[in-house]
């Protein structure tokens, strides 16, 4: 969720082009079936890419995408298209691609891996050399160090394949996974490691029961600390977390797959699941709207999925609901990189219209249900569409967004174990550097004043290692997606509303606090006469019963979407829009 952290699963890219003289000869189209492998530098490490392009049967191409250094499995349905010397990569479950063009001379292609942002790749033809073999450490190693009282859970990920020994890195309170390990190495009993994205190294000894990793953990500016990594059995490993709210058949409505087009942006597709009720209709509807990041239509994180549940719930009960994978994700296709809040409008609005001409579906009795970044959307998306009959923000943002970014910084670091020293430190920096790119006369003057805020001090106040150029800083937030979230007031589309709406947040949400947003939500619908603001005890963004709210709970807590939650959302749209 960009709203959350903007996390990165693989990275991002910038594009080269190679000139050819007037008198250079065409050259053939290379051929690209086979391996091809590159370094990605990104804000979080040098990460190891390998393609594998296969043709099937009719012709086509086919790929799947590989991050050894995540130890992440192939990732299939990776769409391949060679047009001359272009190669182009469409990889939507993960929401990236790759453009690029071919370079004789190198046997390369040469371009950019896009992912929300853009970072340069080079693919050079064949598998990348092997990495040593370290033997007996396979298997998952969990720690964990107290900074400033809070505790902060590592995860170590050993595995040896044909390509060696590849290890990476979580830290799940930090939302850190799959991080890619450096130094890896084993003498006798003697076992190092350095974590480059953290500037953390880790020295200790293998104990002699093969089960432990004992050793001393050493960040800059930070008080040394020891840490035991404990070796977690096979079957731990392998069972996954548990999600009992994960809905299982047999179901009692009807489940569709479903796609139209947006009308009002080309190449557009989207596709997802409606589900309708048991029974004679037509039945209120409510459009699922994810937050931030390109998601699937459960609005997956962490094994959880959010919007299958609630859409489950609210099916049993009279309500139909559309989910629907974001643009650029699972079946949908369109533009993301240079894609706004607004522009995923225009998709909600294209869901509302499709479902208004189904017979099934009470056109007067359509909403959208907006988590997070989608709590934004919605109102974007009502203020050109007088027609929708609800709208129901879950930790949607009431306050200026480049407000909120500061104060889900402060109180998401202070989970992370910084202490209030660190975070005020941090926090006129990362004000700076919001309004300096939020201000800029052009994007580009923007991007530029941004730059000029990290000197070498303010990159270390924000804790940045020093290995990390102050560009890669930037690259996070000068976005098309950041310029427009940094500019975008929510009380101009709030107070244009007057159909019921439903505002929720959760009293442990650490990522849109909801003091002040739900402060500034009441405030902005003063004037609408079914406006419910409701703060729920103990529940965190997710809408979890949680004990501190911290990101790091979200993969551990096994509830998905509180039950008082659920409730709520269902007493409060069949009070309005009957389905008896």
């Known amino acids: 969720m960009r709203m959350l952290l903007r996390s990165l699963v693989f990275a991002i890219c910038c594009f080269a082009a190679v000139a050819m003289t007037p008198t250079a000869f065409a050259q053939p189209t290379p051929d690209a079936v086979g391996d091809w492998h590159g370094m990605l530098e990104t804000p979080r490490g040098a990460l190891t890419l390998i393609v594998s392009i296969a043709r099937a049967p009719d012709g086509s191409l086919t790929g799947t995408l590989e991050s050894p250094d995540q130890a992440s499995g192939k990732i299939p349905e990776t769409a391949v298209k060679v047009e001359g010397d272009q190669l182009s990569l469409d990889i939507p479950r993960i929401g990236a691609s790759f453009k690029g063009h071919w370079v004789a001379g190198e046997q390369a292609w040469d371009g950019v891996f896009t992912q929300g942002t853009e970072l340069p790749l080079k693919l050079t033809r064949g598998l990348p050399p092997a990495r040593p073999v370290i033997s007996g450490l396979d298997g998952a190693w969990t720690g964990k160090v107290n900074r400033n009282g809070v505790d902060l859970h590592l995860v170590l990920r050993v595995v040896t394949n044909e390509r060696g020994t590849l290890v990476s890195f979580d830290s799940p309170d930090q939302l850190v996974y799959g991080v890619g390990v450096e130094g890896f190495s084993r003498d006798g009993s003697k076992i190092r490691f350095k974590v480059a994205l953290v500037g953390a190294e880790f020295d200790g000894v293998l104990s002699d029961d093969r089960q432990h990793l004992v050793g001393s953990w050493t960040v800059p500016n930070r008080p040394l600390a020891q840490i035991d990594f404990a070796r977690q059995s096979e079957a731990a490993v392998n069972a996954g977390p548990k999600r009992p709210q994960t809905p299982q058949p047999p179901f009692p409505y009807r489940a569709e797959e479903v796609a139209f087009d947006n009308g009002q942006e080309p190449g557009v597709h989207l596709a997802g699941t409606l589900t309708v009720p048991a029974g004679k209709g037509p039945f209120p509807t409510a459009i699922m709207i994810t937050g931030s990041g390109q998601q699937n ?54 869901a509302f219209a499709y479902l208004r001409a189904r017979a099934d579906i009470r056109s007067d009795a359509i909403g959208f249900i907006g988590h997070s970044e989608g709590g934004m959307i919605g109102p974007i998306a009502m203020a050109s569409n007088k027609q929708v009959a609800f709208l129901i923000m879950m930790a949607g943002p009431g306050t200026a967004l480049d407000q909120l970014m500061v104060s889900q910084r402060r109180m998401i670091s202070a989970g992370m174990g910084q202490s209030e020293a660190e975070i005020d430190r941090a926090a006129p920096v990362w004000a700076a550097l919001f309004k300096a790119f939020k201000n800029g006369a052009t994007f580009d003057a923007g991007r530029a004043a941004a730059l000029a805020v990290l000197t070498p001090d303010a990159m270390k106040a924000i804790g940045v290692p020093a290995n990390i150029d102050p560009q890669m800083v930037v690259s996070q937030i000068a976005t098309p997606w950041f310029r427009y979230f940094f500019t975008y007031d929510p009380a101009f589309n709030l107070r244009a509303i007057t159909v019921p709406v439903l505002a929720m947040g959760g009293s442990l949400d650490r990522q849109v606090p909801p003091k002040e947003n739900l402060a500034a939500i009441r405030a902005a619908l003063k004037d609408n006469r079914d406006a419910t603001i409701v703060e729920l005890p103990g529940l965190n963004h997710m809408f979890q019963t949680a004990k501190t709210g911290g990101v790091g709970e979200y993969a551990t807590i096994e509830e998905t979407v509180a039950p008082a939650a659920l409730e709520k959302m269902t007493s409060w749209i069949t009070a309005r829009f009957s389905t008896k």
């Open 297 to 350: 239509r459960d609005e997956t994180i962490l094994g959880h999925k959010p919007f299958w549940v609630i859409a489950d719930y609210l099916s049993r009960r009279g309500i139909a609901v559309l989910r629907v994978d974001d643009r650029g994700t699972g079946k949908s296709t369109g533009d993301v990189a240079n894609a706004t809040s607004a522009d995923f409008a225009t998709d909600a609005n294209a």
